[in-house]
T-cell receptor, first 114, second 120 residues
């Protein structure tokens, strides 16, 4: 079945440093979504990328979708303590048979040292 | 306020007992999902439903059952056949269900607060 790999699993950074998490799919995706889960909380939608090569920005966060629509990245510039949490990518695949499935990566847990 | 509600937040059960986790949404969403989250495992799909009275198995459906009799409700039963049921369970919904367009528009997932199930 569809697999979505995400690396690294953990990342510890000093406040002010940059952070990047990478996502790779075994199949070409219809779209990719990114979620953030704060400690003790539930995942919250951040953004969706649909087009090949798409780049979107949200303040200090930059999201990219690869040309082949099989990989994606999330880059945070100058991390802050409020960025702490686990970041998940989720690959969306439309099978064309009336079925759409969202497969989550295992997440990257970000710790920010003040 | 529109949203997705899971109850209870914490649940303790004895080994061998079935237990049902509630998930209700008032977002008028067609699709609903159940995920299991274990440390270091991310979110694993148990079951999903794209329309009322229809549901499909996800990656780890064994030992679980669901029903979708109403659009608003998607309860999950953890049966005694589930070998390792202790986990954090997340329910989610999204606007579009069966009739997706390839771009996946309206497939943003809204999550409930989760139910932490402990089997002793």
């Amino acid at each position: 079945g569809q697999q979505v790999m995400q690396i690294p699993q953990y990342q510890h950074v000093q406040e002010g440093e940059d952070f990047t998490t990478y996502c790779n799919s075994s199949t070409t995706l219809s779209n990719i979504q990114w979620y953030k889960q704060r400690p003790g909380g539930h995942p919250v939608f951040l953004i969706q990328l649909v087009k090949s090569g798409e780049v979107k920005k949200q303040k200090r966060l930059t999201f990219q979708f690869g040309e082949a629509k099989k990989n994606s990245s999330l880059h945070i510039t100058a991390t802050q303590t409020t960025d702490v949490g686990t970041y998940f990518c989720a690959g969306g695949l439309y099978s064309g048979a009336g079925s759409y499935q969202l497969t989550f990566g295992k997440g990257t847990k970000l710790s920010v040292i003040p | 306020d529109g949203g997705i509600t899971q109850s209870p937040k914490y649940l303790f059960r004895k080994e061998g007992q079935n237990v049902t986790l509630s998930c209700e949404q008032n977002l008028n969403h067609d699709a609903m999902y159940w995920y299991r989250q274990d440390p270091g495992q991310g979110l694993r799909l148990i079951y999903y439903s794209q329309i009322v009275n229809d549901f499909q198995k996800g990656d780890i459906a064994e030992g679980y059952s669901v029903s979708r009799e109403k659009k608003e409700s998607f309860p999950l039963t953890v049966t005694s056949a589930q070998k390792n049921p202790t986990a954090f369970y997340l329910c989610a919904s999204s606007k579009e269900g069966q009739h997706e367009i390839p771009s996946g528009r309206n497939t943003e997932a809204f999550f409930g607060q989760g139910t932490r199930l402990t089997v002793v």
